[in-house]
């Protein structure tokens, strides 16, 4: 069964390598361009995780990471954020805000499917206890 | 304790010069051969009166043998040596005062060098600062990257999928060349910000101020011409209201717009409209050379608005004399240039305010008491001190007196030295000076005696002023300023009656902590780095022998 991925991320190119990527494991992929939108998106369908950019028009990526995480539907919504803020305070606020991965641009196209898939797999693992991955 | 000057090569080369032998000499200073070679080794220290007759005999002037410029060079590579760069060194016990007599080219050298490699060093750090907190900088950092994830991430998809269909392939073949256009108009577009001197120090600032300071210091802060001409002017202007009147805003006007077309407007608040920024500070006046207009704060006092006239006044009148002396100077940049040219209309308007002659007689008759000054000159603490700190006409010279202005973070903006004492090129002044201790009896005159660690003693006086504040908003500025003087002249101050200089116990400071040996003062701010010979202290002067300098206090 295919994970939904939801991208939410402004810069095309960068939206366009993601979603091959992410088809080319398998997956079902939906695009934001901005923080409102994927909040709307959420909202019209839960997606199983959100690859999200931190510098978004509209709503921030911190922002959009913490209405996700106050709202129980989507509680078992993995997230990795994107980004090109390196610093380590950054990181830390990123994952201070509930996010699960911080992974930093420019990526390793195969680092992020790795990274994708492990953190798939563990909620998978999670939702259904004793079933095999 | 007088300081002892060993200016022994000196003396030898001014001998040298005239083709004379020692025995020659010796005998036109009626001193025995032996004697003048112990002084040509620095084996005797010359005395005042030494030093009178051998500028005499060689025809120079006196001022060559008064080791001043020696003392300051000493004082300045003092400071330069204390610096912590020199701190694992371990430099051996230096008789600095030899080595200025003997190498005073190489000891300026040295200084100059100094100068260069912490202005270097202060770019630098500018520099760091800018690019950590620089929006542009940022913005380019982030868009760069951006740019980069792209490239990299098709890269590695066309790599690692070999299997690509055709259309596919060529798309992002397509992508990856317009996202390495993209990134190469980034990086002409960063260095074209770097190139128009985005990320460029501020040169203004620290730099052209110690430069100037140097410049008003090499002319032991007297200059000849801007006496001159503040005469000439002010003989003019007295010319109905008879000589010892003090200046008015008023006469001053009426002269400013007959001969010289230029007039004044006052102005409500401040020249430039305060725009409601709270956090920007409206100057309190402003001088149009183009209108010949001098726009002033209605709440500038008199003596502060007859000070910018003449300023405007000496910059139009006297401007090709200005530029002649700013080009003498040589400053290494135009802010500096600009500051020394302010400098120098700024001492013009003190002199034309306080004749030379009239306010010297005055100081001497009232023993130097700066309210008396102020009142019968009409002008403020700040210039009454200044102009003592500017009487150093040859044969007319008042009490050789140093000045420094310190703002209340302790920031020296102002500085001269004309009484012996070596005020610090860099860093900040010995905590214990009573120019600190004056912000908290704001207002009122804080005398001090001290003594340095070479043993010279000093009298000084300090007093907080507060400039106008041309609105509510704006924030108030108080500076400290301090005059003082050696001791040996401290009798003809009025703030030294009644005590016993020769019993009175001194306060013990120094000039700086990076150049001051009281390693085990409780206010030392910074390490010293490294200690140095006295006169007197040098191998064959005592028994100790040479010894490794020990490691600068924690």
């Known amino acids: ?133 | 304790m007088a300081r002892r000057l060993f200016l022994g090569p000196k003396v030898k080369q001014f001998r040298r010069d005239l083709g004379l032998t020692q025995v020659a000499m010796a005998k036109k200073l009626g001193v025995s051969p032996s004697y003048l070679n112990l002084i040509e080794h620095n084996r005797r220290s010359i005395t005042p009166d030494m030093a009178r007759r051998f500028a005499e005999a060689c025809d120079i002037d006196v001022e060559l043998l008064s080791g001043h410029r020696e003392a300051r060079l000493r004082d300045h590579l003092q400071e330069v040596l204390g610096d912590e760069i020199f701190a694992d060194f371990r430099l051996r016990r230096i008789n600095l005062e030899e080595l200025v007599a003997q190498e005073p080219q190489f000891c300026r050298a040295v200084t100059e060098l100094y100068r260069v490699f912490r202005k270097s060093r202060q770019d630098l750090r500018v520099l760091s600062e800018h690019m950590a907190d620089d929006p542009t900088l940022a913005d380019a950092s982030h868009r760069f990257l951006t740019t980069l994830t792209s490239l990299r991430s098709f890269a590695e998809i066309m790599r690692d999928n070999a299997d690509l269909e055709e259309g596919k392939r060529a798309e992002f073949a397509g992508i990856l060349v317009e996202e390495s256009e993209n990134l190469t108009a980034q990086v002409r577009q960063l260095f074209r910000f770097i190139g128009e001197g985005g990320l460029g120090p501020d040169s203004a600032g620290e730099w052209p101020r110690e430069e100037v300071a140097e410049a008003l210091q090499a002319n032991n802060n007297y200059f000849d011409e801007l006496e001159n001409w503040a005469e000439a002017l002010r003989g003019e202007l007295d010319g109905s209201a008879g000589e010892g009147a003090p200046l008015t805003f008023a006469r001053l006007c009426e002269m400013a717009g007959e001969a010289f077309g230029i007039t004044t407007r006052a102005s409500p608040c401040a020249p430039r409209a305060f725009d409601g920024n709270p956090h920007r500070e409206p100057q309190v006046w402003d001088y149009d050379s183009e209108r010949k207009c001098l726009a002033l704060a209605s709440s500038l006092p008199e003596e502060s608005r007859v000070f910018a006239l003449l300023k405007a006044i000496c910059l139009e009148h006297y401007g090709a004399g200005i530029d002649g002396l700013v080009g003498e100077a040589r400053m290494s940049s135009a802010p500096a240039a600009a500051l020394y040219r302010s400098a120098l209309a700024s001492y013009f308007a003190g002199a034309a305010m306080m004749p030379y002659e009239r306010f010297r007689r005055a100081a001497q008759g009232c023993l130097h008491d700066l309210d008396v000054l102020r009142h019968t000159f009409a002008v403020s603490f700040e210039q009454a001190c200044h102009r003592l700190a500017t009487l150093q006409r040859p044969g007319a010279e008042g009490v050789p007196f140093h000045f420094v202005r310190s703002d209340i973070a302790g920031n020296i903006d102002k500085r001269f030295s004309a009484s012996g004492l070596g005020l610090p090129t860099y860093g900040g002044i010995c905590p214990l000076w009573n120019l600190h201790g004056a912000f908290l009896q704001p207002g009122r005159i804080v005398p001090q005696l001290v003594e340095l660690p070479h043993g010279g003693r000093y009298f000084l006086i300090a007093r907080t002023v507060t400039k106008p504040k041309p609105s509510h908003r704006a924030p108030e500025r108080v500076f400290s300023i301090g005059i003082g003087c050696d001791i040996s002249f401290a009798k003809q101050l009025v703030y030294a009656a009644g005590i016993d200089l020769a019993a009175a116990e001194p306060m013990p400071v120094g000039t700086g902590c990076r150049q001051c040996p009281r390693e085990a003062c409780r206010h030392r701010a910074f390490p010293c780095a490294v200690s140095f010979v006295r006169p007197g202290e040098g191998p064959g002067d005592s028994d100790a022998q040479d010894a490794l300098i020990s490691a600068p206090a924690g």
């Open chain 1, 1 to 133: 069964m295919p994970y939904s991925v939801l991208v939410v991320e402004d810069e095309p190119h960068i939206i366009e390598s993601l979603s091959f990527l992410m088809k080319r494991a398998g997956h079902k992929v939906r695009i934001a361009r901005d923080g409102d939108a994927a909040i709307r998106t959420m909202e019209a369908e839960k997606p199983d995780l959100v690859i999200l950019d931190i510098t978004l028009p509209r709503r921030d990526g911190l922002d959009v990471c913490r209405t996700i995480r106050a709202d129980d539907r989507w509680r078992d919504v993995r997230v990795i954020m994107l980004t090109a803020r390196g610093r380590e305070l950054d990181r830390r606020k990123g994952l201070e805000t509930g996010a699960d991965d911080y992974i930093l641009k420019p990526f390793s196209t195969s680092d992020i499917v790795q990274r994708v898939e492990a953190l798939l797999e563990s909620g998978r693992a999670s939702e259904h206890p004793g079933e095999e991955p």
